[in-house]
């Protein structure tokens, strides 16, 4: 079974930028579509961000389109997720996540731990 492992969250202030990382291992990362999830305290697990097999589609939430970019290295078995203009709201654990279709826009199959994004005032 594959294995997702984010990296990168932490501590930000408002307006700030942070990058997170995803490596893969135990699978056959290059044929999935990868996607970030999101859950705040109290809240549902909610949608982020989605990239296609082959990185030519990708798929964001309208809470965070024009701020979040989602990019893959297959080389590396690296899955990113770029985030800038930091708001309080998206202080959140950010999952990782594989989808086997490699569509990147339904469901997903393989969750990474989560890595914990706070955002500052």
């Known amino acids: 079974q594959v294995q997702l492992v984010e990296s990168g969250g932490g501590l930000v202030q408002i307006g700030n930028s942070l990058r997170l990382s995803c490596a893969a291992t135990?699978?056959?990362?290059?044929?999935?579509?990868l996607g970030w999830f999101r859950q705040a305290p109290g809240k549902e697990r909610e949608f982020v961000a989605g990239i296609s097999w082959n990185g030519g589609n990708t798929y964001y939430a309208a809470s965070v389109k024009g701020r979040f970019t989602i990019s893959r290295d297959n080389a590396k078995n690296t899955v990113y997720l770029q985030m800038n203009s930091l708001k309080s709201e998206d202080t959140a654990i950010y999952y990782c996540?594989?989808?086997?279709?490699?569509?990147?826009?339904?469901?997903?199959?393989?969750w990474g731990q989560g890595t914990q994004v706070t955002v500052s005032s």
């Open positions: 135990g699978g056959p990362f290059s044929s999935y579509a």
């Open positions: 996540a594989g989808d086997i279709t490699g569509y990147g826009n339904g469901e997903y199959d393989y």
